[in-house]
């Protein structure tokens, strides 16, 4: 018997996205996704699948911590295969280095601000499945992403934050540059 917490769930909450938009990822991003759904499938997985069958195999499974840590990292293996193949389906990639040298904010841009008390801040737009916030980096149906997008470098925009709205003045946008191609 299997309590509710056990249940394999096959309902896979993915973050939202705007009503009729698509999942944009940079390539980066998107061959960050692919690989780690690689190795699950090709290493991590084969190897719990090898664990719970030891585990299974030393007698009664009712008191065995291995075979149920097992089953249960299983299931959430599983879970996070289901997830990227899902996200991978739907993405969107596009490559930021298109936009390179222009001074329009579009996706993957690089955007240096400064809000109304004079504190500069800089953060990179990336797709929702690859942002991270701690290298300042925000999703492009962020608030702020949302204000920025399609400014151009001296614009001044108005950002909606829980206290009300405030002007923040694009300073820099910045591209990656294109990867050289080989001939």
């Given at each position: 018997m299997?309590?509710?917490t056990d249940?394999?769930?096959d309902e896979i909450t993915l973050p939202p996205l705007p009503a009729g938009s698509k999942n944009?990822?940079?390539p980066q991003g998107y061959a960050a996704l692919r690989a780690e759904l690689f190795d699950l499938m090709d290493n991590e997985r084969p190897r719990m699948v090898e664990a719970v069958y030891w585990a299974a195999s030393?007698?009664?499974r009712s008191e065995n911590g291995d075979y149920h840590y097992g089953k249960k990292r299983l299931r959430e293996i599983d879970r996070r295969i289901r997830f990227l193949t899902k996200r991978l389906e739907i993405a969107e990639v596009t490559d930021p280095s298109a936009h390179h040298?222009?001074?329009q904010v579009f996706f993957g841009a690089t955007v240096t601000y400064v809000d109304e008390t004079a504190v500069e801040r800089t953060v990179t737009i990336m797709g929702?499945?690859?942002a991270d916030s701690l290298k300042a980096?925000?999703?492009w149906v962020s608030p702020i992403a949302r204000a920025l997008l399609k400014a151009r470098e001296?614009?001044?925009?108005k950002l909606v934050t829980p206290v009300g709205v405030q002007e923040v003045e694009v300073v820099e946008v910045r591209y990656p540059a294109p990867a050289p191609t080989t001939d």
């Open positions: 299997t309590s509710p249940a394999d769930d944009y990822i940079t030393n007698g009664d040298g222009r001074d929702i499945d690859e980096q925000v999703t001296g614009d001044v925009v």
